[in-house]
C-alpha cells in the first residue's frame, strides 16, 4: 500500500507550485488555471491535465514507517537535526529508495 507524501501540482501557464495540506485544503494557482485539494488523504485535481505538471510523490506505507522509525530512533538519543536527516537518509537508502550515484565521496 501507498501513502501519499505530497499533494503537488505545478501550473503551466503560471508557473505557480500549489500543494494541498490536508484533506480540506483546495488550492489554485494565481491563475486560477488548475487547483489540488485532498492532502495526503487523496490526489484531487481541477483544470486541464493539459496544463498541470504532476509533482505528488507517494511512498510504500512499510517503508515510510521504517523511515518515520529512522527518525524517531534518532530523536530519542539526542541526535541533532542533521542527525535525525542523516538517519532517515540512511533508512532510504536501506529501503532501496536512493539514487547512490548523487551519494558517492567523490566529487567528480
Ligand atoms: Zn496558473
Redesign the pocket.
Known amino acids: 500500500m501507498k501513502t501519499i507524501i505530497q499533494n503537488e501540482a505545478q501550473?503551466k501557464?503560471?508557473g505557480?507550485i500549489i500543494w494541498s495540506g490536508h484533506r480540506h485544503d483546495f488550492k489554485s494557482?494565481?491563475?486560477?488555471?488548475?487547483s489540488v485539494d485532498g492532502g495526503r488523504d487523496y490526489i484531487r485535481r481541477c483544470g486541464s491535465p493539459d496544463d498541470i505538471i504532476e509533482r505528488s510523490m507517494s511512498m510504500d506505507s512499510y517503508h515510510l514507517a521504517l523511515t518515520v522509525d529512522a527518525a524517531k530512533q534518532m530523536r530519542e538519543v539526542g541526535r541533532n537535526d542533521l542527525g535525525i536527516v542523516l538517519g532517515v537518509i540512511r533508512s532510504l537508502r536501506d529501503s532501496n529508495l536512493l539514487d547512490l550515484k548523487l551519494f558517492t565521496n567523490q566529487d567528480k
Open positions: 501550473c501557464k503560471c505557480d494557482c494565481s491563475c486560477g488555471a488548475i
